[in-house]
């Protein structure tokens, strides 16, 4: 399949997607964007099939590797592959801004392939408005299978009994994060097609510079002194949630 530009088509604005009855439907369907959750209004799609990363790449030490490759799932397509170098806490990501100035609930999904179970993998979603930054986490770490989220202390609440996630496998997992910039909570996660209310818990906000704006940032952080993989595909920043 050669590369292109990235199909909104594909994106279904305001409605529920299709389901997901098993992992196995998740590596057959080539689109790759399966959802049980209502999605919002689609603002930035990214399924790198134009050969771009469409972000910057940040990293603490020179990864081993970054850029497009072969979608190791999908044949004939492609993927984001972010590599790490091989020490303690390194890390690499994906982050992409995007002007924007209405608080509302708005969402990041994506599909994440990681196969190592030395790293922990982090879904960032931010806003920034009125010299505030609002700062919500999803992590989960894939050597002891846990789930966190940055509270509004600027730490990590443990939520495993919630949200016990699949890392690794060999196979991309979808996940969803919605978080409401009105309230300052998070409002939900989906994960392989199961949604977790998460309503309960606030995010982080910090003082900030920066100019309004959504920003998503993606990307994998090693536990020991070895390198870890993470694929990301089809990335996609929703407003206006339900």
């Not at 050669?2 to 997607?17: H, K, L, P, Y």
């Amino acid at each position: 399949m050669s590369r292109g530009s990235a199909d909104f088509s594909n994106v279904r604005n305001n409605g529920i997607a299709h389901s997901v009855p098993s992992a196995s439907e998740l590596l057959n369907r080539p689109d790759g964007i399966i959802s049980m959750d209502v999605r919002g209004q689609c603002i930035l799609y990214n399924d790198f099939e134009d050969g771009s990363e469409n972000g910057a790449i940040t990293f603490s030490a020179t990864p081993n590797y970054f850029g497009i490759a072969r979608n190791n799932v999908f044949p004939g397509f492609w993927s984001l592959r972010l590599s790490t170098n091989a020490g303690i806490n390194n890390n690499v990501q994906l982050e992409h801004k995007v002007p924007y100035s209405v608080s509302d609930k708005s969402g990041l999904e994506a599909l994440l392939y990681c196969n190592i179970s030395n790293a922990i993998i982090k879904v960032r979603l931010h806003f920034y408005k009125d010299l505030v930054l609002h700062e919500a986490i999803v992590r989960f770490d894939t050597n002891d299978s846990k789930t966190y989220i940055l509270n509004s202390s600027g730490t990590f609440t443990e939520i495993t009994s919630l949200i016990d996630h699949d890392f690794p496998r060999p196979y991309y997992q979808q996940v969803k994060l919605v978080v409401d910039f009105t309230t300052g909570k998070y409002v939900r996660v989906l994960l392989n097609g199961v949604i977790f209310d998460l309503s309960s818990y606030d995010y982080r906000q910090s003082a900030t510079i920066i100019k309004p704006a959504i920003e998503y940032k993606i990307g994998i952080e090693n536990i020991t002194a070895t390198a870890a993989d993470l694929f990301i595909d089809n990335i996609i920043v929703t407003i206006q949630e339900p």
